[in-house]
């Protein structure tokens, strides 16, 4: 069972499918959940404190802004322990502020220099390409750590 | 600065999205209920929430998939359900979030096709799926040349 990093680390349909086919999504929910179940000092709404950002410094140069490494105080953990990742390049909606969209342009820097196995799609807009994108995701699970044949 | 001390501390949550010709968000829930043992079920518009111990939750989740696997659909969740910084309910109107969701659901028949056509797909073919475009951008040497004709 591989640990397989999503982009966006919010999507529905990949946390989904990895899981289904046998191994583990990482995704954002997981690091949120950590922080919401940490006792601590309230700093709603999701509990991201002040140390964030300086966690963030592993991952960002000091002079990039608090709101991109607070972010990858998120992700930068989970793309550290993944062991492969899939990336849909036009989710838009995973856009937001130049904080999300700087966040994001990193987070797909960094995956890459990882030299881990990587998956590159877009969302199917139809239902043939809807066959080949699961055909595709569950090619490139079988092919990890603990897939099937 | 207040304390913060965590309600469900060692839960986990997961959303379970139902997306089927046959089946509705409540069907699912009635299905739900019947296997909670003390489980939580939040029933949504577009299906539940399943709040308790990771192994209970996998169960339920794993049941309820199993129903019609092709068309639900399940992910985690960071916040349990009617939590006070995220419920619309204490925020005065329509929550934030949810647009993933919503673009996501928008698409859902198409991974529901391959889904069911993927037991029927010949063992060795090479799928193809949509990639992103390979097409270079617009070179900025290009680009200036572009302007300077029209300045010209």
């Known amino acids: ?149 | 600065m207040t304390a913060y001390s965590p309600r469900y501390a060692g839960s986990v949550t997961r959303y379970v999205f139902v997306e089927s010709p046959e089946m509705t968000p409540s069907d699912l829930a009635i299905r739900a209920y019947e296997i909670s043992q003390g489980v939580m079920i939040k029933e949504t518009c577009f299906g539940l929430q399943v709040t308790g111990k990771e192994d209970d939750v996998d169960r339920i989740v794993s049941s309820l998939r199993a129903l019609d696997p092709a068309h639900i659909f399940v992910k985690d969740r960071g916040f349990p359900p009617g939590d006070r910084r995220r419920c619309r309910a204490n925020l005065g109107g329509a929550r934030p979030g949810y647009f993933g969701h919503e673009f996501e659901i928008g698409l859902i028949r198409n991974i529901s096709k391959g889904l069911e056509a993927l037991p029927g797909r010949p063992p060795g073919e090479l799928p193809n799926p949509p990639t992103p475009s390979t097409k270079p951008g617009l070179d900025a040497a290009r680009l200036k040349k572009i302007i300077e004709s029209q300045e010209s």
């Open chain 1, 1 to 149: 069972m591989a640990k397989v990093f999503l982009y966006p680390t919010t999507s529905l349909i990949l946390s989904d499918l990895v899981a289904r086919f046998g191994h583990t999504p990482l995704s954002a929910a997981l690091q949120v959940r950590e922080r919401i179940q940490t006792a601590g000092l309230e700093s709603p709404p999701l509990q991201i404190t002040p140390e964030e950002p300086k966690k963030g410094l592993r991952w960002a140069a000091v002079e990039v802004p608090s709101g991109v490494r607070g972010r990858m105080s998120l992700y930068g953990p989970m793309i550290e322990a993944a062991e492969a990742a899939i990336i849909i390049n036009n989710a838009d909606y995973s856009f937001g502020c130049m904080g999300c969209a700087r966040t994001n342009e990193l987070i797909k820097y960094l995956v890459r220099k990882r030299n881990i196995p990587v998956l590159d799609l877009e969302y199917p807009q139809n239902e043939e390409e809807g066959v080949e994108f699961v055909a595709a995701i569950k090619q490139f699970l079988d092919t990890l750590k603990g897939g099937s044949p």
